[in-house]
């Protein structure tokens, strides 16, 4: 806050003596005429460049109106939304009108999840199955809305079989078959001198992985080239499993990004909290189907 000495600035080291509480916040004049008619008594610093507030409810005070002065400007928010949504609106099946905001049931996408996430205040309703986005983000929901809206699309079970269909029978397809039966085979190739440690969450290609075994057996490079490109006839293989919540919640991310051509690393913390859902999801999924 840039303030001007006020004509009842407290003296220097005064305020140390008394019972109360600091405040600071963003310049504004209006603000600033709300603030002292809700405390007459508070002085300004120039020492600490903040507002004083005696008393010794002073901190649940000043708590009070901040809340206060945040429900305000979320409901002008709100209320500047819901005019550029009546003077622009998104006109999609995948969208529909609540009463506080917008209601959002597409189906499964990467791209729709990850573009949401990036929405401000946008939530998951687990139990409705849909995101919740606030008149507030109408904004940054519009800019967004063609990248979610073509996502979903793709995403229509009609779409995705006739996608399949057009695949079947192709190179691609046969490609993809062979990855796919790969990956379920649970392995991974090591170099033999850099091993990861067994029972710990760790970064592959794969995603993030808990090795349980690496048996020395040698990897015969030609029929998995293409899954995991620079492999050779030195590497060893090393069998994995997917980590739990409980696991990835208490692995330490690292700070530094890994090497290029690395076989595994420790993950970074953007690695982290994408597994992190994942594994509560699919442990929530599992709890849901036992008896």
Do not use: C
């Amino acid at each position: 806050m840039t303030e001007t000495k006020s004509p009842d600035a407290a003296p220097s080291g005064e305020d140390d003596r008394k019972p109360g509480a600091d405040v600071s916040f963003p310049y504004d004049r209006m603000t600033v005429e709300q603030f002292r008619r809700r405390f007459p008594r508070a002085r300004w610093s120039d020492d600490r460049k903040a507002w004083f507030v005696p008393g010794s409810t002073a901190s649940r005070r000043i708590g009070r109106w901040l809340a206060e002065l945040e429900a305000e400007a979320d409901a002008h928010a709100d209320a500047k939304g819901r005019d550029a949504f009546a003077f622009d609106p998104i006109d999609s099946p995948y969208l529909e009108l609540g009463k506080a905001g917008f209601r959002i049931r597409t189906p499964y996408s990467k791209t729709v999840v990850g573009e949401l996430r990036e929405v401000p205040f946008a939530r998951w309703d687990g139990d409705l199955r849909l995101w919740h986005v606030p008149f507030r983000s109408y904004e940054d929901l519009r800019r967004r809305w063609a990248d979610i809206e073509a996502a979903a699309r793709r995403n229509e079970p009609e779409e995705r079989r006739r996608r399949a269909e057009e695949r079947k029978g192709s190179e691609q397809d046969l490609r993809s078959r062979l990855r796919s039966a790969e990956r379920k085979r649970h392995r991974h190739p090591l170099y033999a001198g850099d091993l990861p440690p067994i029972g710990r969450p760790v970064a592959t290609s794969y995603g993030i992985v808990v090795f349980t075994e690496i048996t020395g057996e040698l990897v015969d490079p030609d029929p998995v080239v293409d899954f995991y490109p620079g492999v050779n006839e030195d590497d060893l293989w090393g069998y994995w499993r997917a980590p739990t919540f409980e696991e990835l919640v208490r692995t330490w991310p690292a700070k530094t990004p890994p090497l290029q051509g690395a076989r595994w690393w420790l993950p970074t913390i953007e690695e982290l909290r994408p597994a992190r859902r994942a594994a509560r999801s699919r442990e929530a999924r599992k709890r849901a189907k036992t008896p």
